[in-house]
């Protein structure tokens, strides 16, 4: 799992807050913040399956110009791309209408017994796809049917079981999927997502790799919630491979669990937008321009080595609100500024300050907690501190443990329009994080013996990130208790286990 190039401005730090469906928001709301931008964010009208969704919705304004945005969509991408591009047979017809390499493919309603969709099966001839026409994410997404009984089955899944009774059928396209990021003319990013796998150790179930695979992919921002679920498809595919769960592969070989390589199921993220070819870039350009008002977006193509490179690329979807996580925080390859490229878009004025105050950041489950509670239907963030000259760790020895102590350093902090925190480290000793100007951090640490008797400080420059505002950390001291007492317990639970199988 690698991130060591990742973007610095967007640390494991900075993103903790926003590891699950708010992280395209976040990132781009972010960086519009960081440049001085005024950020709002909204609850009001926001439905996810008719569930509360705070934290999609937010505009930013340079004072003059709002601009709303829905997750990674701005509203330059307009209804009307936004309802095509989120239908994937209408984007079919008006890519195919444009000279777009597309799949052969129909569509069913639901009406349409499942016996029309197996004759035409028949006739564009397997393997083929069967996908909802309306659904996101790849849910519900059966690639490589390679006979009736199979995709009968899948009939059931989909139709059934997950309810989607529409969905196309299309012949299956061989090759590497690739997710294209475009911005007008050019391709900003460009990932392969390689379906869900593991590799053998010679040692390990499959299921035991899976698990260790999951591990890793907490440790990435995006990928924290894109774990690989064992389920319908993934049972299927290993029976089919003459394996189960328990099968343990062999060193290096590697084990693909699904057939369709979305991230979301469990797919990796491998950035190639430096050696992706140019011909196949500008397919990914005409699919957008092939709709009107689609400015920027998502172009899925399926690429077949095999074969030449003018004729080796058919788009199999548009995506008018891409999930940009896997762009910004991919498994390996370097890592793609898209919040920047979209924050150029919408407000180009403010180009020269990309990536502006990048140690500052707001914890956006704070942000979002009115909207959350449903107290307020809109949230405005506090202006993006602009009087960053210096930061500071400070280790204060002395009668500072007390919380009242800590609630008087929190006040002369915010007196001195500090941001940062301060947490008790040991019974006699605070450490003390803060951002400001110089002078007001030279006032802030004089100050502090007026608080409490010091007998020892000592500060240094710290440039981790910071959240803005300040807070008072939970005591270290209080957090070695809770993970002593989580460790006894785990000994005591083993212990007790043991036990009873020897009993």
């Known amino acids: 799992m690698n991130n060591k190039v990742w973007l610095n401005h967007l640390s494991n730090e900075v993103m903790r807050g926003a590891r699950n469906n708010n992280l395209c928001s976040y990132v781009i709301a972010l960086e519009g913040w960081r440049r001085g931008l005024e950020l709002t964010f909204y609850s009001k009208l926001v439905k996810k399956d008719t569930l509360h969704a705070p934290g999609l919705l937010f505009s930013l304004s340079d004072g003059k110009e709002l601009h709303m945005f829905y997750k990674s969509r701005g509203y330059n991408v307009k209804n009307e791309a936004f309802t095509i591009g989120g239908n994937k047979f209408k984007a079919k017809i008006a890519l195919d209408k444009a000279g777009v390499p597309v799949p052969k493919g129909k569509l069913f309603s639901g009406d349409t017994q499942d016996s029309e969709v197996i004759k035409y099966a028949k006739e564009i001839g397997y393997p083929v796809v069967l996908k909802p026409s309306n659904a996101a994410q790849g849910k519900g997404v059966i690639a490589n049917i390679e006979n009736e009984e199979f995709l009968k089955e899948s009939l059931n899944y989909v139709r059934k079981q997950l309810g989607y009774s529409e969905i196309i059928l299309e012949e299956h396209v061989f090759g590497h999927e690739y997710r294209v990021y475009v911005m007008h003319d050019d391709v900003i990013a460009v990932l392969n997502r390689d379906p869900a796998n593991v590799v053998g150790d010679g040692k390990r179930t499959i299921k035991e790799l899976i698990n260790k695979k999951n591990k890793d992919r907490k440790k990435n921002p995006r ?13 299927n595919v ?53 709709i009107p008002n689609f400015p920027n977006g998502g172009v899925d193509i399926m690429v077949d080595p095999n074969k030449s490179t003018l004729d080796s690329a058919k788009v199999i979807e548009l995506t ?9 925080f991919p498994m390996s390859g370097k890592a793609r500024d898209i919040p920047s490229a979209i924050i150029d878009e919408y407000f180009p004025e403010t180009r020269e300050l990309s990536n502006n105050n990048p140690n500052i950041y707001f914890y956006l489950p704070d942000i979002l907690r009115p909207l959350v509670n449903k107290t307020a239907s809109e949230v405005k963030v506090i202006p993006c501190p602009t009087n960053i000259e210096l930061q500071k760790k400070v280790i204060v020895t002395g009668s500072f443990g ?45 100050l502090l013996k007026k608080i409490s008797p010091i007998d020892d400080l000592l500060d240094k420059e710290w440039d981790a990130p910071i959240k803005v505002g300040f807070e008072i950390k939970k005591s270290i001291l209080d957090k070695e208790v809770v993970a002593n007492n989580k460790q006894t317990h785990r000994k005591k639970g083993v212990f007790v286990r043991l036990f009873n199988k020897l009993s």
């Open 402 to 446: 007390q919380n009242k102590t800590l609630r008087a350093v929190r006040k002369l902090a915010l007196e001195n329009n500090l941001h940062g925190y301060v947490q008790k480290i040991k019974t006699n000793q605070v450490e003390i994080g803060i951002a400001g100007t110089n002078d007001d951090i030279s006032t802030f640490i004089s």
């Open 320 to 328: 008018p609100v891409p999930q940009i996580g896997s762009l910004v």
């Open 238 to 290: 290993l029976k089919d491979k003459g394996l189960s769960l328990e099968t343990i592969p062999e060193k290096n070989e590697k084990i693909y669990l699904r057939s369709k390589s979305n991230i979301t199921s469990g797919g990796d993220s491998i950035d190639v937008t430096d050696e992706f070819p140019d011909e196949i870039k500008k397919v990914a350009v005409d699919a957008l321009k092939a």
């Open 223 to 235: 990928l924290y919630s894109c774990l690989i679920k064992v389920d319908y498809e993934i049972e």
